[in-house]
């Protein structure tokens, strides 16, 4: 087995795959956020920002005074501002910063990471009293398809994506099961008002979640084939996240919400 995080922000794909997750997650984050409330002069940590669409999005509301922390074992992608601070480190040691922080947020970290049941109560722990902790994680789909143009693409879409998350989980140690373990492991290190959301919605060949696989699919390209696929499925399977006739059902996306108790006077 290879360490955790299956995606590189350095491969030749990372900047589509980065672009289309933002295109699908942030309106369901940022209404999260909004949701809990980000104020001028608080304090954020987020913990592997990829290209910063959340990052740029917390340092505006909490200026002037506030700060947004970020941390990414690769911040390659991520522009500085003003009151944005950046820490290159990789998770697997640990966290790198002190708090207290008002807000911390991670998307599609800590299902990446060995010791993820290790990592939630740390960050617990870094909150202010008040503040709180959001995560967000993909679940294991189980690949339906809505339309296509026949019964062999549908098939190929199944097959391509099983073969995806048994490489992810038996390569990678990516525990595709976490994304609804993570309201409980919450509630265990203390939190409250936890509040779990899941999304899904149908992706369509040739818009941005279908550009998202095709992206993770040719970033994995050796490993897939190592797992079985063939070169041919594998350029068919291009070809059908292209074909406007295809949709399918979304990767699921879990968003879970605690909040440390406030300090009792």
């Known amino acids: ?25 942030d309106p369901i984050t940022t209404g999260i956020l909004a949701e ?29 005074g506030g700060r947004v922390v970020a941390v990414d074992r ?9 009151n944005l601070a950046i820490h290159r480190h990789d998770l697997e040691d640990g966290v790198p910063v002190e708090g207290p922080f008002d807000i911390i947020h ?30 967000g994680e993909f679940s294991r789909p189980r690949p339906f ?12 879409y199944s097959r391509v994506m099983e073969t995806l998350g048994d490489v992810l989980t038996q390569q990678h140690n990516t525990d ?10 919450m509630a265990a290190a203390g939190l409250t008002n936890l509040h779990t959301i899941e999304y899904a919605e149908s992706w369509t060949g040739g818009g941005n979640g279908c550009l998202l696989h095709d992206a993770n699919i040719r970033q994995k390209h050796d490993q897939l084939v190592a797992a079985g696929l063939t070169e041919h499925e594998l350029a068919d399977f291009a070809r059908l996240m292209m074909d406007p006739r295809f949709s399918a059902r979304s990767l699921p996306f879990v968003c879970t919400r605690g909040q440390k108790p406030a300090m009792l006077h």
Request: some cysteine; proline content about 11%.
């Open 1 to 25: 087995m290879t360490s955790g995080y299956g995606f590189s922000n350095s491969a030749p794909q990372a900047p589509r795959q980065l672009a289309s997750l933002e295109a699908y997650l």
């Open 36 to 64: 809990i409330g980000v104020r001028p002069g608080g304090t954020c940590l987020e913990l592997g920002p990829g290209g910063g669409s959340i990052s740029h999005w917390l340092a505006r509301p909490v200026s002037p």
């Open 74 to 82: 690769d911040p390659s992608r991520l522009r500085p501002a003003p």
């Open 106 to 135: 991670a998307r599609l970290v800590l299902l990446h990471l060995p010791q993820r049941h290790e990592l939630l109560p740390r960050l617990a722990a870094l909150l202010a009293p008040g503040g709180w902790l959001v995560l």
């Open 145 to 156: 398809v809505f339309t296509s143009r026949s019964r062999a693409d549908a098939d190929l």
């Open 176 to 185: 595709q099961g976490w994304a609804h373990r993570v309201h409980p492991a």
